[in-house]
Each structure stands twice: as structure tokens, then as C-alpha cells.
């Protein structure tokens, strides 16, 4: 069994900085892809950001410049900061991982989702 366990979100002010954290454990091999995902209200999951085992990233258009993604191998965490944060980037943001796990299956799992709301 994997889970995702994310951490991070919270209440901003417009143009402040927030830092999302996100933790895969359980019975894993190796993990490939991690990235994040997120829901306003009232509209549709969009990709944020991923990022691949050898470290190359994408992101969304809407966010670059102002969001980092990155992760960590050695404990297989990835984290995602904003700068500058906008009231358009209030949503749920879920963390998204690649997993082979050591039954030798590949599958992707979610986390439970953190909200960022950003608002004055």
C-alpha cells in the first residue's frame, strides 16, 4: 500500500509565499513522476507542475516564473513553492505520483488534496 501525505497549504495574502510538501511512502520501488494538481471551485483539476525522477520539470503557463517544483529522492518528497501568489491560485491542490511499487506494478496515486487560499 502507498499513500501520499501532503502538508503546506493554508491562508495567504496576494503576493505572499506559501511552500506545499508532499510524502509518498509505503511499499515502493521507485517513484518516476511527482506532481502537482489543482481544483478551484467550479472549474476543472488543472496541472500545476510535474517533475520526473531525473529532475526535469513543466509548468503550467499560468504559473511560471512564480511557482518552483522540486523533490527529493532520498525520502521521495516533492515540493512545490509559490511566490507571488494571485487570488486566481486559491484552489485544492493535490499531489500526484508515478509509483512502482514492490508488488511490480506501476500506478498513479493521489493525496488527499491541501487547500491555498489567497486572499486579503
Known amino acids: 500500500q502507498v499513500q501520499l501525505v501532503e502538508s503546506g497549504g493554508g491562508l495567504v495574502q496576494p503576493g505572499g509565499s506559501l511552500r506545499l510538501s508532499c510524502a509518498a511512502s509505503?511499499?515502493?520501488?521507485?517513484?518516476?513522476?511527482m506532481g502537482w494538481y489543482r481544483q478551484a471551485p467550479g472549474k476543472q483539476r488543472e496541472l500545476v507542475a510535474i517533475i520526473s525522477s531525473g529532475g526535469n520539470t513543466h509548468c503550467a503557463n499560468s504559473v511560471k516564473g512564480r511557482f518552483t517544483i522540486s523533490r527529493n529522492n532520498s525520502n521521495n518528497t516533492v515540493y512545490l513553492r509559490m511566490n507571488n501568489l494571485e487570488p486566481e491560485d486559491t484552489a485544492v491542490y493535490s499531489c500526484?505520483?508515478?509509483?512502482?511499487?514492490?508488488?511490480?506494478?506501476?500506478?498513479?496515486?493521489w493525496g488527499q488534496g491541501t487547500p491555498v487560499t489567497v486572499s486579503s
Open positions: 509505503g511499499r515502493i520501488y521507485s517513484v518516476k513522476d
Open positions: 500526484y505520483a508515478v509509483i512502482a511499487t514492490l508488488s511490480g506494478f506501476d500506478d498513479a496515486y
